[in-house]
C-alpha cells in the first residue's frame, strides 16, 4: 500500500503540474520535483501532510511561507509562484527548483572557509534579509540549513534565503487571527538570539543575531554555542560570551575587523548589535578597507535590579581586535520581563540539562512552551547529484511554526512568574524484528511500541521499563531521560511447554520509582487458642443413676 507522500507522484495538480518524485520531507510538509505539463520547466512542490490538513491553524501557517516569501522581490528570496489543493484535501505551493545544496551540507563537508569567499555570501545574505525586513517580514529561523547555494553563471556560491515559514509578517494582519501564541519559542537553538529564548517580542534584530551565528560557523567551522540539551544551548547564548572566532581557528584565516563584526552582530543587548542588515553589510565589504572599525561592547548578564536588566563588561575584548569598551550599561526594562540570576534565580541547573522560565507580562498568557526544531536534512537529486530547494525548506522551520512570544505583552503590571515547560525527550527501544509493547514499570501504564520513538518527560533518574512481544520473554531495562535516545531490547523466546499446560503469567517485584521494594509478607493463620480445660465429671448418681432404682433419702 502507498504512502500519502506517494500517492502524489504521478498525479497531475491544479491541471499543469505533473509530480515526477518526491525530493524530501519534513516536519509537517513533503517537498515533490514537478513539471509544468506546458513549458515543460521543472519546478519544487511542497505539500502539507495529510494528518495537519484539516487544521486551519496550521493551514494557515502553512500558506503563510508562501505569502511571505512572495512579497520580498529579491533574487536572493527563493521565488514562489503558485498554491492550490491537492486531490487529498491538502493545500501547496510551488517554488522554482534549485541545483545545489545548502550551506549547512558546505560546513560539513568543506569545513571552515576563507574570508574572501565568506565575504560574498554574507554580502547576499545581508541583501536577502534587508529586502525582507523592507517587506515587513522577520525571518526568525536563519540558519545554514535555510541558506541555499547555487551555481549561476560564474558564480558558484549564489544563494537563495530559504524557508519563511515561522517568519513574522508585522504589515500583515495576519498575526493577530491566531497564528501566534503568547508565551511560545520556536526557531533553532543554536542561532537563537537571547531575546527569542526569554520570549520576548522580536524585531528585526533577530535575523543581526543569527546572521552572526552563521558568519561565525562559515569562518570557524563551528557555531559558538553547543550543548547536551535544547534549553542548555539557550541558557549559554543568554548568560555567555562567544568564544572568539581566532581563538577557534587560525587568527591568519580571519581579519581583526571580520572577528568585531561577529562579535558585535552576537551582542546579547540587541542595542549594541548592528540595527539593520544594511548596516551589517556595510561593515563586511569595508573589511581591508581601512575605514573605521566596528565596536565591541564586553558584556555579561547580571541579576535585574528593579525591572532592569544590566549588562557589564567582565574582560576586554581580545586585543587582536583592538575593539571594545568597559563600561557598565543598564537598559531599562518592563516589569516581569527579563532574566534572573542568583538567589531569585529562573535557571535550573540539572545533571541532564537546563530549564529555563521564560517569562511574560501577560497575566492570562499560557505557560511558555519550547518547541524544538526538528531538522530533516537535505535530499540529493538521485540523478544530477542536485538537491531542491525544498528538502532544506521542508526541514527546520515548519517543525518550530510557533509564535512570537510577548507581541501583546502590556506596558505595566508584574505578573505572577508562570510554572516552567514540561519538557520532554525521545526514547526508541530498538528489538529488530520484533513488534512488541514498552511499559512504564512504575505503573503498567504503555508508553508505545518497540522500534518506535515515544515521548516521556525529560528528567535525571533512570526510569524502569519492561518490553513485552507475543512469543517473547518479558524485558526489563532502565533509562535515564536526559536526552533523546535509544535503547537496544534483547527479548529471549518463551520456553516450550507440554500442550495443555497454561502460561502461568511471572510476576514482576513492585518497585517504587526505579528502585524495588520489598513484597508484602506472606498473611499468616492466626495462632491456635488453647482448649478449654476438661471438667471433673460428675458424681455418680445414687444407685447407679439406673432410673430402675428409687433413692431412698430422696425427699418426697
Not at 529579491?74 to 545548502?102: A, C, K, R, W
Not at 522500534?451 to 519492561?466: K, Q, R
Request: charged share 25%.
Amino acid at each position: 500500500m502507498l504512502s500519502p507522500a506517494d500517492q502524489l507522484v504521478g498525479c497531475i495538480l491544479a491541471e499543469r503540474y505533473r509530480v515526477i518524485r518526491k525530493l524530501g520531507e519534513g516536519g509537517m510538509g513533503t517537498v515533490y520535483l514537478a513539471e509544468h505539463t506546458t513549458i515543460n520547466k521543472k519546478l519544487a512542490i511542497k505539500v502539507l501532510s495529510p494528518e495537519f490538513s484539516h487544521k486551519q491553524d496550521l493551514v494557515d501557517r502553512f500558506l503563510q511561507e508562501a505569502r511571505a516569501a512572495s512579497m520580498i522581490e529579491q533574487e536572493n528570496v527563493v521565488e514562489i509562484t503558485d498554491f492550490g489543493s491537492t486531490p487529498h484535501g491538502s493545500v501547496f505551493f510551488v517554488m522554482e527548483y534549485l541545483n545545489g545544496e545548502d550551506l549547512a551540507h558546505t560546513i560539513k563537508t568543506q569545513g571552515q572557509l576563507k574570508w574572501d569567499r565568506v565575504r560574498p555570501i554574507m554580502v547576499q545574505i545581508c541583501t536577502a534579509l534587508a529586502a525582507a525586513h523592507e517587506a515587513g517580514i522577520i525571518h526568525r529561523d536563519m540558519k545554514p540549513e535555510n541558506c541555499f547555494r547555487i551555481k549561476r553563471g560564474r558564480n558558484k556560491d549564489f544563494i537563495k534565503v530559504l524557508d519563511f515559514g515561522i517568519a513574522k509578517v508585522t504589515s500583515d494582519d495576519g498575526e493577530a487571527k491566531g497564528l501566534t501564541r503568547t508565551g511560545m519559542i520556536f526557531g533553532t537553538p543554536e542561532y537563537m538570539s537571547p531575546e527569542q529564548a526569554k520570549g520576548e517580542k522580536v524585531d528585526n534584530r533577530v535575523d543581526v543575531y543569527a546572521t552572526g551565528v552563521i558568519l561565525y560557523e562559515l569562518l570557524t567551522g563551528r557555531v559558538p554555542f553547543t550543548a547536551d540539551t535544547f534549553m542548555g544551548i539557550l541558557t549559554k547564548h543568554m548568560f555567555e560570551a562567544p568564544p572568539a572566532p581566532s581563538t577557534i581557528a587560525p587568527v591568519a584565516e580571519i581579519p581583526p575587523e571580520a572577528e568585531a563584526i561577529v562579535l558585535k552582530a552576537l551582542q546579547k543587548d540587541r542595542e549594541y548589535r548592528f540595527q539593520s542588515m544594511d548596516e551589517m553589510m556595510e561593515a563586511i565589504e569595508a573589511v581591508g578597507t581601512g575605514q573605521a572599525a566596528v565596536n565591541v561592547v564586553a558584556e555579561d548578564v547580571l541579576a535585574p535590579q528593579g525591572g532592569e536588566t544590566r549588562f557589564q563588561t567582565t574582560s576586554p575584548v581580545p586585543s587582536n581586535t583592538g575593539y571594545g569598551t568597559q563600561d557598565e550599561i543598564v537598559v531599562p526594562g518592563k516589569a516581569g520581563v527579563g532574566l534572573l540570576l542568583g538567589a531569585g534565580a529562573v535557571v535550573l541547573a540539572g545533571m541532564g540539562g537546563l530549564a529555563v522560565y521564560m517569562l511574560t507580562s501577560d497575566p492570562q498568557a499560557a505557560p511558555p512552551a519550547v518547541v524544538a526544531n526538528d531538522d530533516a536534512g537535505q535530499v540529493a537529486d538521485d540523478d544530477a547529484n542536485a538537491a531542491a530547494v525544498g528538502a532544506a525548506a521542508s526541514s527546520g522551520g515548519e517543525a518550530t511554526a510557533a509564535a512570537d512570544a510577548a507581541d501583546d505583552v502590556p506596558d505595566d503590571g508584574a505578573p505572577p512568574m508562570p510554572p516552567p515547560a514540561a519538557l520532554k525527550v525521545k526514547i526508541t527501544v530498538s528489538a529488530p524484528g520484533i513488534k512488541g509493547d514498552v511499559f512504564d514499570n512504575r505503573d503498567d501504564a504503555r508508553l508505545g511500541a518497540t522500534n518506535e520513538p515515544f515521548e516521556v518527560p525529560a528528567g535525571t533518574t533512570s526510569i524502569d521499563l519492561y518490553i513485552r512481544a507475543t512469543g517473547y520473554e518479558d524485558f526489563l531495562t532502565n533509562v535515564i531521560p536526559d536526552a533523546d535516545k535509544t535503547v537496544t531490547a534483547t527479548l529471549a523466546k518463551e520456553t516450550s511447554r507440554p500442550r495443555g499446560k497454561k502460561k502461568t503469567k511471572k510476576k514482576r517485584p513492585p518497585t517504587r520509582g526505579s528502585e524495588p521494594v520489598a513484597a508484602d509478607p506472606p498473611k499468616k493463620d492466626p495462632p491456635k487458642k488453647d482448649p478449654p480445660p476438661k471438667k471433673d465429671p460428675p458424681p455418680p448418681k445414687p444407685n447407679g443413676g439406673s432410673p430402675d432404682l428409687k433413692d431412698p433419702f430422696a425427699k418426697k
